[in-house]
């Protein structure tokens, strides 16, 4: 039996420190008044007006049926300000990051989530955020990737600082026929490039992991930004990327969650080089898209989002060599759009415009509903939630394609108070 260690959720200190810079006016506004406890009508809110630590936990519940939704989450704010659906959002510190169809990337501040600055560049749409030390790199539809630099010491906070592949990158490359693969026919492209539009990105070990339609998983390093592989990873457009411990896994439209081991070779020149091989597949079922994928701190459960509505598990054994699926759970009535994890619970964002939260087992990697979350109007997209502790829960972030973020704070309740549906857990 494998057991997975559970990392403790940091207890956030209230006083976030903010940049001493004038913010904008705010676009934020407050969620309508539903079935959970919303935040109060001013567009600022203040974590001590919830009274998370005065008041005990509630009684359990009486049971409930699968398909209601427990009511002690809160919504504190809707923050509105793109004008077409969010696809992706990243935590950089004490900002939330918002991206869209749009080539625009807003910029919110914590804790008053008032809209900071925007940033952007290139064409298309921006489909996947990521952010590593000070530095934040975005995703484009024009088969690109962006790096930018934060710095709180200039009055341009997000510059841009280069776009891969690098200028220097082609200079090296393009005189080299060899250096060119056949993307469609009569077409050909140099192997550092994306034919197709980047769908996600993946931060390790100082490596930028890019997956992309156009079916390939592609290696940087991010001291100077240069390719160092590409790989022809799946039979169909790659949705979805998580890397941890040296392994990368790769989450395709074709069905299957791939997982790439990370080793270092010496070539002819005696110089260090960085290759990936696979190291096993994670089958799902028959005919559907695996949309999203996240593992574990440390590594030894993967989840993946389904089209089918589905989430499903797989435990690694002791040497990452295989993996062996261990739950099963029909999350939504409609597609998994987007998942994420925090300690002990699993996050699942679907088309059915709702929220699941799963408390997952921290030994055999099984999954029981906790909660459903409600409130968003259209799909939702991507999910991020922070492992800094606030109140007894932690606070999770939905992006929609009905053009909002919204906000909530999810109770942390334990044992026998925790608020779990009725539904058994579901499991191999």
Request: glycine share 8%; net charge positive; with cysteine.
């Amino acid at each position: 039996m494998l057991r997975s260690i559970n990392h403790p959720v940091r207890d956030a200190t209230l006083s976030t420190p903010l940049l001493s810079a004038v913010s904008p006016p705010s676009t934020t506004t407050t969620s309508d008044s539903d079935e959970s406890s919303s935040a109060d009508n001013s567009f600022r809110y203040d974590y001590q007006d919830l009274n998370f630590n005065n008041t005990p936990p509630p009684p359990r519940p009486p049971p409930l049926p699968a398909a209601v939704s427990c009511s002690s989450y809160k919504s504190l704010a809707v923050l509105s300000g793109h004008v077409s659906s969010v696809s992706c959002l990243a935590l950089c510190g004490e900002f939330i990051l918002s991206a869209s169809q749009g080539k625009d990337i807003i910029v919110w501040q914590q804790p008053d989530l008032r809209q900071f600055t925007k940033f952007g560049h290139g064409d298309g749409s921006v489909k996947s955020v990521v952010t590593a030390g000070n530095k934040v790199f975005t995703a484009h539809q024009d088969s690109r990737i962006r790096a930018w630099k934060v710095s709180r010491s200039s009055e341009n906070v997000f510059k841009l600082i280069d776009t891969l592949p690098t200028k220097k990158d082609y200079l090296g490359k393009f005189m080299k026929q060899s250096n060119y693969v056949q993307t469609r026919r009569h077409h050909k492209l140099l192997w550092i490039e994306h034919a197709d539009s980047i769908s996600c990105l993946a931060v390790s070990n100082g490596l930028i992991y890019s997956g992309s339609w156009d079916k390939t998983l592609k290696v940087w390093r991010i001291s100077d930004f240069k390719c160092l592989e590409s790989i022809k990873a799946h039979d169909d457009a790659i949705n979805g990327l998580a890397a941890i411990n040296g392994i990368v896994y790769s989450a395709s439209a074709d069905g299957r969650i791939k997982a790439w081991g990370r080793r270092k070779t010496t070539d002819g020149g005696g110089d260090n080089k960085i290759t990936h091989s696979l190291k096993g597949i994670l089958q799902g079922h028959k005919d559907i898209s695996i949309n999203s994928v996240v593992v574990n701190q440390n590594g030894s459960l993967v989840y993946g989002g389904a089209s089918d509505g589905y989430i499903m598990g797989w435990a690694a054994d002791e040497g990452f060599e295989s993996w062996k699926l261990v739950c099963e759970a029909k999350a939504h009535a409609t597609a998994v759009l987007c998942v994420c994890l925090v300690g002990e619970f699993v996050c699942s964002g679907s088309a059915d415009k709702s929220i699941c939260v799963w408390r997952r087992d921290l030994i055999d990697g099984g999954l029981s509903r906790y909660m459903v979350v409600k409130g968003h109007e259209g799909p939702v997209k991507c999910l991020q939630a922070s492992p800094e502790r606030v109140g007894g829960g932690f606070m999770l972030y939905s992006g929609s394609l009905d053009k909002s973020i919204r906000v909530w704070w999810i109770p942390n309740h334990s044992g026998e108070d925790s608020a779990v549906s009725t539904e058994k857990r579901l499991k191999f």
